[in-house]
């Protein structure tokens, strides 16, 4: 089989994790950020060695050393990994995503809504199965999490938004390729409220100085 995770943050690298464990014949691995010190605590494999490193990168030398290098062709058995260290964009996505032979299945672990939408978007066009992993911010209850589809997702916000961001662009939110994983479960505990001086936007407010990249969440909390 052929899977694609993109994202390898808190979510999609512990899904590569299992994957490759699981006995998948090709993993791409897509992602553009590195190792921070800051993601040690949610990252599936990455130690401080690898601070400073693509994630796809470590991930990839984590799992040759758990399945095995194979080769190019899987001709020996192993998982081939292919580790892209590129975002994911509407632009680029022929070049990652239809480069070859089609996906059997992608995980979407992206944390920002158009991204998000313009990857379900290219699953619904060409008929791609596709998990898309929602939030669980300020939640804790595991026994709350489902599988399901967009429509029926309840208490979150974030499958919420997308919902309303697909059927603007004419997608099928109840299209059985679409498959969402959401915890149903009331938020525990409420986000961190942003500053006066945070809510600043342009150029010479916080708000844009926190921001590294575009189509990225802003990252609002200092870490170490």
């Given at each position: 089989?052929r899977?694609?995770?993109?994202?390898?943050?808190?979510?999609?690298?512990?899904?590569?994790?299992?994957?490759a464990?699981?006995?998948i014949?090709?993993?791409?691995?897509?992602?553009?950020?590195?190792?921070?010190?800051?993601?040690?605590?949610?990252?599936?494999?990455?130690?401080l060695?690898?601070?400073?490193?693509?994630?796809?990168?470590?991930?990839?030398?984590?799992?040759?050393?758990?399945?095995?290098r194979s080769?190019?062709?899987?001709?020996?058995?192993?998982?081939v990994m292919d580790?892209?260290a590129?975002?994911?964009?509407?632009?680029?996505?022929?070049?990652?995503?239809?480069?070859?032979?089609?996906f059997d299945?992608?995980?979407?672990?992206?944390?920002?809504?158009?991204t998000?939408?313009?990857?379900?978007?290219?699953?619904?066009?060409?008929n791609?199965?596709?998990?898309?992993c929602?939030?669980?911010?300020?939640?804790?209850?595991?026994?709350?999490?489902?599988?399901?589809?967009?429509r029926?997702?309840?208490?979150?916000?974030?499958?919420?938004?997308?919902?309303?961001?697909?059927?603007?662009?004419?997608?099928d939110?109840?299209?059985e390729?679409?498959q969402?994983?959401?915890s149903?479960?009331?938020?525990?505990?409420?986000?961190?409220?942003?500053?006066?001086?945070?809510k600043?936007g342009g150029e010479?407010?916080?708000?844009?100085?926190?921001?590294a990249?575009?189509n990225?969440?802003?990252?609002?909390?200092?870490?170490?």
């Amino acid at each position: 089989s052929r899977v694609c995770v993109v994202g390898l943050g808190g979510v999609g690298s512990h899904a590569a994790h299992m994957l490759a464990r699981s006995g998948i014949g090709y993993l791409r691995f897509i992602d553009f950020d590195q190792v921070t010190l800051s993601s040690l605590n949610r990252h599936a494999c990455a130690t401080l060695e690898d601070v400073g490193i693509s994630k796809v990168l470590a991930m990839k030398r984590f799992l040759e050393r758990v399945v095995g290098r194979s080769d190019s062709d899987g001709n020996d058995g192993g998982c081939v990994m292919d580790a892209r260290a590129m975002m994911y964009t509407r632009e680029n996505e022929q070049e990652l995503l239809n480069d070859g032979p089609k996906f059997d299945f992608i995980v979407d672990a992206i944390d920002d809504i158009q991204t998000k939408a313009d990857l379900l978007t290219y699953c619904y066009k060409t008929n791609t199965r596709v998990i898309s992993c929602m939030g669980a911010g300020g939640k804790s209850d595991v026994t709350r999490l489902h599988i399901g589809d967009l429509r029926s997702a309840s208490r979150d916000a974030l499958a919420s938004k997308l919902r309303s961001v697909l059927k603007k662009r004419g997608v099928d939110i109840d299209d059985e390729q679409i498959q969402i994983c959401y915890s149903s479960e009331k938020t525990v505990v409420p986000l961190a409220q942003l500053t006066e001086e945070q809510k600043k936007g342009g150029e010479g407010g916080v708000k844009h100085q926190l921001g590294a990249v575009d189509n990225m969440r802003v990252r609002l909390l200092p870490v170490l």
